[in-house]
């Protein structure tokens, strides 16, 4: 038997962060970062979220050998959790340095890496471990590419 049913579609990606300090963190990624509010909704017991506009999404699963690799290229020593977010920005210094100044701990200052993009790390609030990267090569240059990435972290 054939299944000619249509394949799912996703339309949207939402990674849901737990904040024990909901304000701090809004304040960090809305504010400091740039993510547009979307929506914010309140209930009972003081539960609450704010929906910020990340832009394009990816989900990027990596194995254990690809994890530490960028961990080398990025921060030059294994650090990075399970689980961290990637953020693409037009100035990965002038970000970084508004990032730390909103609080972030900079792990990694901005290096350029192999796959030609300027990434820094932070640990952000949310207890969340931060990306933060430019790509170095314009649309046309990555348009143009095979798609042959050796080692390329996608930053999603």
């Known amino acids: 038997m054939v299944d000619d ?12 962060v737990e904040a024990a300090d909901h304000e701090a963190a ?3 990624f809305r504010d400091a ?7 914010a909704f309140s209930g009972d017991g003081d539960a609450r979220v704010v929906i910020l506009d990340a832009g394009r999404a990816t989900l990027e699963i990596a194995n254990p050998a690809q994890k530490r690799m960028i961990d080398e290229v990025e921060v030059g020593r294994q650090v990075a959790p399970r689980i ?5 920005v037009d ?5 970084t340095a508004r990032l730390v100044a909103a609080g972030a701990n900079e792990i990694a200052p901005p290096t350029r890496t ?21 790509e170095l090569r314009t649309p046309d240059e990555l348009a143009g590419s095979d798609g042959a990435h050796p080692g390329r972290d996608t930053e999603a």
């Open 5 to 16: 049913s249509p394949a799912p579609v996703v339309r949207q990606l939402r990674l849901v």
């Open 91 to 95: 100035d990965a210094r002038a970000t």
């Open 26 to 28: 809004v304040a960090f």
């Open 33 to 39: 970062l740039g993510l547009p509010e979307e929506a």
């Open 84 to 88: 961290r977010v990637a953020f693409e």
């Open 114 to 134: 192999p796959w030609q993009s300027l990434n820094s790390r932070l640990d952000a609030p949310a207890d969340l471990q931060i990306t933060v990267f430019q």
